[in-house]
């Protein structure tokens, strides 16, 4: 049945992917969203659709929202780059935002996911992680600001369902990427891409043997809208990720493998708090949802190149 959905953080890399799976299952689409890490471009081609609609606005500020059936709260920045030029900001974003909008979900009597993040486990001591891992956070060290208000967040929308039975739902996610992320956006996929596509080196941090699990973003939108549509799950938090763990130095390998590049490796200095393992358990998710990813690595990151490739392309030809 077609929903009323507000999609903060809709102008996003996940959010834009998200506002268009939920146009194409015919629900009405508000992507509320302040443009800050967010493209317009990115959800240029939905505005001919009559059920998209934008609004240019930040979800730390007070004001009226529109009545919706379905909230899912994604707005916040999420590359550890800005963790250090914008750490007030983020840290509103995922607390501030998250009561705004856990209120207005109670107000309308809507269902809400929130976006939180394999973050909440910092440099985590348990491996994979599952989601009873209560985490291993540096709360006052550079990261703090992004982990330790996706963990208040956490703790509010349980607030929220204890004294007022709201029906809200967390999804834990492990890093994704894919095409819309930006080329400058710091995190490594994009980066290294980036780099390889231009000739430049590869910057590897630290000895490079830190590790990530990288899941393909639509694979990552079939689990957001899949935790969405239950009408009654077990559990209220789901690790969404995928559990192919990788070092970092092998990353960097693989890019350079599939672009057919000339650049090399290079090797700098490692930023502070930088996890050194994540690969996430994601039993709950298989067994109680019926989802697990199935893009592989070199897939996705095949269309990740090649959208990267034609993201560049535009740029290089506007530049001449
Ligand atoms: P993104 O930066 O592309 O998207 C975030 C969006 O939120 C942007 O469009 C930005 O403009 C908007 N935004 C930020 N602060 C806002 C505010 N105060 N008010 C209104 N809009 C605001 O990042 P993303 O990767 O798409 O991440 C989306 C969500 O998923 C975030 O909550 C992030 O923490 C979470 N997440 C993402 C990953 C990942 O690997 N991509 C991993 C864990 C968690
Ligand atoms: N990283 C790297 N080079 C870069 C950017 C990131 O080696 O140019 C490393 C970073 O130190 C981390 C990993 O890649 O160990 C993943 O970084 P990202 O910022 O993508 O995500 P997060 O650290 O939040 O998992």
Not at 141 to 166: I, P
Request: aromatic share 8%; glycine share 8%; net charge negative.
């Amino acid at each position: 049945m077609s929903k009323s959905v507000l999609v903060t953080g809709g102008a996003g890399f996940l959010g834009s992917h998200l506002c268009e799976r939920l146009l194409d299952e015919g629900h009405r689409v508000i992507c509320l969203d302040n443009f800050g890490s967010g493209q317009r471009a990115n959800v240029e081609r939905l505005l001919d659709d009559p059920l998209f609609e934008i609004i240019d606005s930040d979800v730390r500020m007070p004001g009226a929202l529109p009545p919706v059936d379905r909230i899912y709260h994604l707005a916040s920045r999420a590359s550890p780059d800005d963790f250090t030029d914008f750490p007030v900001n983020i840290a509103l974003s995922n607390t501030q935002g998250t009561r705004r909008l856990l209120d207005h979900a109670r107000a309308c009597d809507a269902r809400m996911v929130f976006a939180s993040t394999s973050e909440v486990y910092g440099d985590p001591e348990v491996h994979p992680q599952p989601e009873t891992y209560s985490g291993n956070v540096n709360i006052r060290g550079v990261r703090g600001c992004y982990d330790e208000s996706k963990r208040f967040g956490e703790t509010l929308t349980v607030a929220y369902n204890r004294e007022y039975d709201l029906d809200v739902r967390t999804i834990r996610i492990f890093n994704t990427y894919g095409p819309r992320m930006r080329p400058n956006d710091g995190r490594v996929i994009p980066t290294f891409v980036s780099q390889a596509l231009r000739g430049d080196n590869l910057t590897v941090y630290g000895d490079g043997q830190q590790t990530r699990s990288f899941c393909y973003v639509d694979d990552l939108i079939e689990g957001l809208v899949t935790l969405m549509r239950f009408d009654d799950l077990p559990h209220s938090v789901y690790n969404i990720g995928r559990e192919n763990e990788r070092t970092i130095e092998q990353l960097a390998h693989d890019i350079i493998d599939l672009t057919d590049t000339e650049s090399e490796i290079v090797y700098e200095p490692l930023p502070e708090d930088d996890p050194s393992r994540r690969k996430p358990d994601i039993s709950r998710a298989k067994s109680e949802l019926g989802w697990e990813p199935e893009i592989p690595l070199r897939e996705g990151l095949n269309e990740t190149i090649a959208y990267f490739d034609s993201v560049l392309e535009t740029t290089r030809q506007s530049a001449e």
